[in-house]
């Protein structure tokens, strides 16, 4: 997953059919975080293994447990900087837009969360969370009486298809593509199969995906996949209306047709959104989500630091609001943290993301070069910026400590030197007779990653380098760092396990045949050995075997082409005013949950 700038996942140990798994989720909200006086006030990890559970057909039943407290009436108020970059679920891969979709979209299968942030994955469209065969390759999944469209017409399995078979489009490129490329084909080969999509009267051929009945989806995948239930709780695995006229392709993102609680009112295009209630959603169907309030009046534009202010002084509207991803920044943590109303509405806990400097090693080809740049990188310093202590840990290397088979690396020295090893950085310069290299640094243009824009600058000068800072607007600068063709030579990335396996990490994110616009592989890495790697491990089914040689490859990209450079692992600390009950950490994506929300 993406976080709410950039990022994705985490990782969670799990007894499936086929055999034990580890797994977790997404990209990240990139404020403020965690943390809090001393280093250990966040909530213990919940993006561990063992927070994590499978259930069952019974587990998956309607109505979701009732919220303590809740009432039904108000509108929830949502505070949010910018604006979101998807509503189709298609394209949805960011923590933001991760959490808005839980009001309308429905998946295959999802995450049911108690109030201690246990995590039990579930069958959300489907009676459970999937029945698999033929070794782990086949897996079967009968949808739930009684799904609707807002509309009012009935949800079915050519729905459930229409969904998967749209991701083979050549404009979906922006989600996580694990399914179609499970059914045929790796990297972006996987389109050949269906490259219009379902948009020119084909489809896939039953041996690959049948819905025998209106009811029944069967995938079969080309190899065994244990991992499967975790993979149909992505936001594209759901349903997506198959009536003729209903889904337009590209154009659907403009108003998705809603099989959740809420559905979309009024839209003003990067101003604000409204969702209100969806009256064809029944609560016997869904074992997630609740509908207590009349609606979410969304709005884009405020800063991280001026939501704090406003939720903290707690007056009017801002008593009901709230931001889904946004966090409590620097300048505003200890005011919050002085103040005792703000501890029963507030929480601060660790994230499943990890943020990275980008380098585009298209643009930067001298690994001396970019050897450099990870050296001179203040870490620390720029964790200063977004939180300190309350926004995270500095990191060593590329993967997160929840994914199984982490080790406490740092072959840069990110944690030694806190304003970056200046020396080292000089010295790879000069023997690479670049002193003086220029260096494009874009950067989002709000608050906070002003303030990283002059640490990262100077440091990098400090080091021999000459930075352009390209300022980029917020609403823009997930799509700008996303394209292929970029004037970009280093950039703020953002990355966490879409669960807690290291294929949904590594893959993802360093396999050069995953690049095209709108894909994770931010740095244009294509290492012929690195993909070969990948493949080989892939094939490995013992998913306790294959944790280690994920993180082996991880340390061996990060060494040996240095693409991109760990800076911290995040943690979230979210505010929300004192009207609002039922707000609780979603440990899936890193944010606020909004499907028990009320107004007091």
């Avoid at 909200?29 to 259930?55: C, F, L, S, V, W």
């Avoid at 246990?118 to 799904?147: E, F, H, I, Q």
């Avoid at 489009?169 to 389109?191: C, I, K």
Wanted: with cysteine; charged share 25%; net charge neutral.
């Amino acid at each position: 997953m993406r976080d709410q700038l950039l990022s994705r996942g985490r990782l969670a140990a799990v007894a499936l059919a086929t055999g034990a798994l580890l797994l977790s989720a997404c990209s990240s909200g990139g404020g403020g975080g965690g943390g809090g006086k001393g280093e250990g006030a966040t909530g213990p990890d919940k993006n561990k293994a063992g927070n994590y559970r499978i259930g069952n057909a019974a587990d998956s039943k309607g109505p979701a447990p009732a919220v303590k407290g809740a009432k039904s009436g108000g509108t929830v108020n949502v505070l949010q900087l910018a604006a979101f970059n998807y509503l189709d679920p298609a394209e949805i891969y960011y923590s933001d837009t991760l959490t808005n979709q839980l009001l309308y979209n429905r998946s295959l299968t999802g995450y049911k969360i108690d109030e201690k942030g246990k995590v039990t994955l579930v069958g959300d469209l489907a009676t459970d969370p999937g029945r698999s065969s033929d070794g782990g390759k086949t897996w079967t999944y009968t949808l739930k009486s009684g799904l609707a469209w807002e509309d009012g017409s009935k949800i079915t399995s050519a729905d459930v298809r229409q969904s998967v078979e749209r991701l083979y489009a050549s404009w979906a490129t922006d989600g996580p593509l694990y399914v179609p490329q499970w059914l045929s084909g790796d990297g972006q080969d996987f389109r050949k199969a269906l490259p219009d999509g379902p948009y020119k009267g084909k489809h896939l051929p039953a041996s690959v995906l049948d819905t025998p009945d209106e009811k029944t989806v069967v995938f079969h995948f080309r190899t065994a996949h244990p991992d499967a239930p975790y993979a149909m709780a992505m936001p594209n695995i759901g349903a997506v209306p198959s009536a003729p006229g209903k889904d337009p392709g590209e154009p659907y993102n403009k108003r998705p047709l809603a099989s959740g609680p809420y559905k979309f009112g009024e839209i003003k295009t990067g101003k604000s959104i409204s969702m209100v209630k969806n009256t064809q959603w029944k609560a016997d169907t869904d074992p997630i989500r609740h509908q207590y309030v009349d609606g979410f009046q969304i709005s884009f534009g405020s800063e991280e630091a001026e939501t704090t202010r406003r939720l903290l002084a707690d007056r009017g509207s801002d008593k009901t609001a709230m931001s889904f991803s946004d966090a409590v920044t620097t300048d505003t943590a200890q005011s919050v943290l002085d103040d005792p109303g703000t501890k029963s509405r507030s929480f601060r806990e660790v994230q499943p993301y990890e943020d990275y400097m980008a380098i585009n090693t298209r643009r930067v080809k001298d690994k001396r070069v970019r050897e450099a740049i990870a050296y001179a990188l203040p870490s620390a310093q720029i964790l200063a910026q977004v939180g300190g202590k309350t926004g995270g840990v500095v990191a060593g290397n590329l993967m997160s400590p929840s994914l199984a088979g982490w080790q406490d690396t740092d072959p840069f020295g990110k944690k030694k030197y806190a304003g970056g090893d200046t020396a080292k950085a000089k010295q790879l310069l000069k023997e690479a007779g670049a002193e003086g290299y220029e260096l494009v640094y874009a950067y989002r243009n709000d608050e906070i990653y002003q303030k990283v824009s002059v640490v990262v600058a100077q440091a990098l000068e400090k080091a021999g380098f000459k930075v352009e800072k390209k300022e980029i607007d917020p609403d823009n600068f997930r799509d700008e760092i996303s394209k292929v063709d970029k004037k970009i030579d280093i950039h703020r990335a953002s990355w966490g396990a879409d669960w807690p396996v290291g294929s949904t990490v590594v893959p993802p994110l360093f396999d050069g045949r995953q690049i095209s616009d709108g894909s994770q592989n931010y740095w244009l890495l294509n290492d012929p050995k690195v993909n070969a790697e990948i493949d080989r491990i892939n094939k490995v089914q013992d998913i306790d075997a294959a944790a280690p040689e994920w993180f082996k490859l991880s340390e061996k990209i990060l060494t040996d082409d240095v693409p991109a450079v760990p800076i911290f692992y995040n943690t979230q600390y979210s505010l929300w005013g004192s009207g609002l009950g039922g707000v609780k950490y979603h440990s899936v994506y890193g944010t606020a949950d909004p499907t028990g929300v009320y107004v007091k």
